[in-house]
């Protein structure tokens, strides 16, 4: 099982930018598929991004264009920069690890995740 621990939520205005980290526990990070998923309130969980060992990316179309998700390998550690927030982007915002080799954006294929960070925008 692999531990995760998400920090950089806040409160923002629309158009602002925020960035999301997430750790990661254990020596397999750089093989993991590394993903973000939110939940609004009254909402279900819904994909955010994705990126995979190869560095390959998926986005849900909400957030193409202005949602980039990175990784860092030797730091244990995976990115959501957001740009251009809207009030819509406010939710909790999950952390989640797979082993797939590849973009997954079903939270079924991702068997560990974080606690969650706030983010909340203001219109």
């Known amino acids: 099982q692999v531990q995760l621990v998400e920090s950089g939520g806040g409160l923002v205005q629309a158009g602002g930018s925020l960035r999301l980290s997430c750790a990661a526990s254990?020596?397999?990070?750089?093989?993991?598929?590394m993903g973000w998923f939110r939940q609004a309130p009254g909402k279900e969980r819904e994909f955010v991004a994705a990126i995979s060992r190869r560095d390959s990316t998926g986005y849900a179309d909400s957030v193409k264009g202005r949602f980039t998700i990175s990784r860092d390998n030797a730091n244990n550690t995976v990115y959501l920069q957001m740009n251009s927030l809207k009030p819509e982007d406010t939710a909790v915002y999950y952390c989640a690890a797979g082993r797939s080799s590849w973009v997954r954006t079903n939270d079924d294929d991702f068997g560990s995740w974080g606690q969650g960070t706030q983010v909340t925008v203001s219109s």
């Open positions: 254990g020596r397999t990070f750089s093989s993991l598929l």
